[in-house]
């Protein structure tokens, strides 16, 4: 069963409270920047050369430090498999995402909603409007 994005927006602000990321309220100004530092990883990502779909993952050793490798499961240095951290443009953007899903969970924003009408509203707009550049 797949999920809405309501649901994935409680899970994702569920997670943030959970590991404590809420013990503190933060300004919304703290919010937009922490998203903005995420599309500016994915820039930097971009900017070293990878490929928007290149995934990668790191992995943390005791006494090697991190390690990078193709595979999100490696038998590691203790015998066991463990998982990495997941690294990329695509990982970039689904930080993005979950931290436009926290922001939704913190405020009671309804981002389906949102998403649905403004997604009819552009609909209705001319080629290219505002005739900007970029």
């Known amino acids: 069963?797949?999920?809405?994005?309501?649901?994935?927006?409680?899970?994702?602000?569920?997670?943030?409270?959970?590991?404590?990321?809420?013990?503190?309220?933060?300004?919304?100004?703290?919010?937009?920047?922490?998203?903005?530092?995420?599309?500016?990883?994915?820039?930097?990502?971009?900017?070293?050369?990878h490929r928007c779909t290149k995934v990668w993952y790191e992995f943390k050793h005791p006494s090697l430090?991190?390690?990078?490798?193709?595979?999100?499961?490696?038998?590691?240095?203790?015998?066991?498999?463990?998982?990495?951290?997941?690294?990329?443009?695509?990982?970039?953007?689904a930080d993005i995402v979950i931290r436009v899903f926290d922001a939704c969970g913190r405020y009671g924003i309804d981002l389906e909603k949102a998403i649905t009408e403004k997604m009819a509203y552009n609909a209705t707009r001319p080629i290219r409007h505002g005739g900007k550049k970029l």
Request: glycine share 8%.
């Open 1 to 49: 069963m797949e999920k809405s994005i309501n649901q994935l927006i409680e899970e994702a602000h569920q997670n943030a409270v959970n590991k404590g990321w809420w013990q503190e309220d933060r300004s919304f100004g703290e919010i937009i920047a922490l998203i903005h530092s995420e599309a500016s990883e994915a820039l930097e990502d971009h900017r070293n050369g």
């Open 65 to 93: 430090g991190l390690l990078t490798h193709e595979s999100s499961n490696v038998m590691n240095w203790d015998g066991e498999d463990h998982l990495g951290k997941p690294c990329g443009i695509p990982s970039e953007l």
